[in-house]
């Protein structure tokens, strides 16, 4: 319990009881209402769609069935190494009442060989929406009249129809959002598999929800008008859907249909699928409540959550100041250790330059004392080589004398013998 609510008894106790006035005459207050519905109809509204599901499942052709129109949809490469989300805003017009809807498509879901991360984008993008949303609030000068509300309203999953059970990533997927969208399953392309098939997937489906803790989206009978319809469509998801953009001509009039040699699958015939009720629940009754209820539950959650991370409790009554002097001495604090942490690693890191250096010196000593060495070698081989070349030098040169003199001997012996 917060203190406020403690504090609610005391405050209700402290407050004078309310009188019931009758009025004399026709004031005007009863007005108010019209008054609302005037304002939100010129300010207009927004709605937006995740259509979460694999590739070729049909979600563009179930959103252009669902708001009746052709939103022109652009084909996008699924060679991508993961999954990326593609956003597209339209202005839609029904009589005097304006929508802004936005359909963001998971491109490349499910495409992947390794899919364990294929729902971390879906998460960071609901996420990211939360967040701007949350930082146009805590702004001084806010301007949420004219903020366009990029927040998802609604996430419908496509669920494959197979027949036989969800798949790990569907199941992974849900629950990964199940607190931050309301999630709406649906069984897509539901002509391809039988009614009794139909009965059974839809069973299991659920079953397996339940199992695994997935909470996905319960119409709300909370409003005595729609209390029944709600409760009973709830016992009918997953929806089992077809869509279609041809039209096919049945009795005297034009269908939305998918026509097969077999025969013809009507979009709008309830005996074939749950088209009509998705577009009922979706569209014409909870639509505003799917609104609040992002707004309430999944956005105030999420918002709690990053308001306790910056020092805001709901169980702890300080003040503004109190919070920003905690959280400016918890930054100081952290600061100062980083700091010393910085000193510290600062100071190792000379050390080591240091003792790097030091027997770099102490390398280049030893080199420099090994080639003085050396160079002292070779010169006294040098010397050596040097003494000897002389000494056969000096050698060569005195036999050479020699051997002349002996020849100027020899040639002035046979001289005198001729005389």
Not at 138 to 167: E, M, N, Q, V
Not at 298 to 309: G, N
Request: charged share 30%.
């Amino acid at each position: 319990m917060t203190a406020v609510e403690t504090l609610m008894p005391a405050i209700d106790a402290q407050l004078p009881q309310l009188r019931n006035l009758h009025l004399n005459g026709h004031v005007g207050f009863d007005s108010l209402p019209d008054q609302l519905v005037k304002e939100s109809v010129a300010q207009g509204f927004c709605f937006n769609i995740l259509c979460l599901g694999e590739t070729g499942i049909g979600k563009s052709t179930l959103m252009d069935t669902l708001f009746n129109t052709s939103f022109d949809s652009t084909q996008s490469t699924h060679d991508l190494p993961g999954v990326k989300l593609k956003s597209n805003t339209y202005e839609l017009q029904e009589s005097n009442v304006r929508l802004k809807l936005t359909v963001v498509d998971t491109v490349g879901f499910g495409d992947q060989i390794n899919k364990e991360d294929s729902w971390k984008p879906i998460v960071d993008y609901t996420d990211a929406q939360f967040e701007s949303y949350l930082q146009e609030e805590l702004k001084i000068k806010r301007s949420l009249d004219t903020y366009h509300d990029s927040r998802i309203h609604l996430c419908l999953y496509f669920i494959a129809p197979t027949g036989h059970s969800l798949k790990a990533l569907d199941l992974v997927t849900m629950k990964q959002l199940d607190n931050k969208v309301n999630i709406i399953p649906v069984i897509a392309k539901a002509d391809t598999i039988t009614k009794v098939e139909l009965h059974k997937f839809k069973s299991k489906i659920m079953t397996e929800l339940r199992n695994n803790g997935v909470q996905i989206y319960q119409f709300p009978v909370d409003d005595e008008t729609v209390k029944e319809m709600n409760a009973a469509m709830n016992g009918h998801l997953p929806f089992a859907v077809v869509g279609s953009n041809d039209e096919v001509k049945v009795g005297n009039k034009m269908v939305k249909a998918r026509q097969y040699p077999w025969g013809t699958v009507q979009v709008e015939n309830e005996n074939h699928c749950d088209f009509v009720k998705l577009r009922e629940m979706l569209i014409r009754t909870n639509m505003e409540d799917l609104r609040e209820t992002t707004h309430r539950t999944h956005y105030e959650l999420y918002r709690r959550h990053k308001l306790q991370a910056m020092g805001f409790s709901d169980n702890e009554s300080k003040s503004l100041s109190e919070t920003y002097e905690l959280k400016r001495q918890q930054h100081m604090n952290e600061l100062q250790k980083k700091e010393e942490e910085m000193r510290q690693t600062f100071v190792i890191r000379v050390k080591e330059k240091e003792a790097e250096l030091k027997d770099a010196e102490k390398e280049l000593h030893a080199r420099f004392e090994a080639l003085k060495k050396q160079h002292a070698e070779d010169k006294k081989k040098l010397d050596e080589s040097k003494r000897k070349l002389e000494e056969e030098s000096n050698l060569f040169t005195q036999r050479k004398v020699t051997m002349q003199t002996q020849a100027q001997q020899s040639t002035m012996g046979k001289g005198t013998e001729d005389k």
